[in-house]
């Protein structure tokens, strides 16, 4: 399986970015998709997550209200919408595609990582 993650770059604060990751290698709509974020010195944490069936969206606190993720099975092609960026939003953003169509916030739940794409915010 492979994973294509593009759309990172520059914004400002309160400006948006939307990422997205292509997939292929095995039956896209089968599996859920996570973004996880790891900023300079931190660890690797969740972002959100989309189940299979898209029907059930999940995401880390600090970004409620604010991103969205989704999914376009038929292009293979999973999305993070993020607005009202801040600059603690400043990090490598990874898609990653679940070992099941269940989604979760665990990073042992995924099984392929995409290269990341950086998000820089400026304040």
């Known amino acids: 399986v492979q994973l294509q993650a593009s759309g990172g770059g520059s914004a400002q604060a309160g400006g948006s970015l939307t990422l997205s990751c292509a997939a292929s290698?095995?039956?896209?709509?089968?599996?859920?998709m996570g973004w996880f974020r790891q900023a300079p010195g931190k660890e690797r944490e969740f972002v959100a997550f989309?189940?299979?069936?898209?029907?059930?969206?999940y995401y880390t606190t600090s970004v409620k209200g604010r991103f969205t993720i989704s999914r376009d099975n038929a292009k293979n092609t999973v999305y993070l919408q993020m607005n009202s960026l801040k600059p603690e939003d400043t990090a490598i953003y990874y898609c990653?595609?679940?070992?099941?169509?269940?989604?979760?916030?665990?990073?042992?739940?995924?099984?392929?990582w995409g290269q990341g794409t950086q998000v820089t915010v400026s304040s």
């Open positions: 990653t595609a679940g070992k099941s169509g269940f989604g979760s916030s665990a990073v042992n739940a995924y099984e392929f």
């Open positions: 290698g095995r039956t896209f709509s089968n599996y859920a």
């Open positions: 989309i189940n299979a069936a898209r029907i059930v969206t």
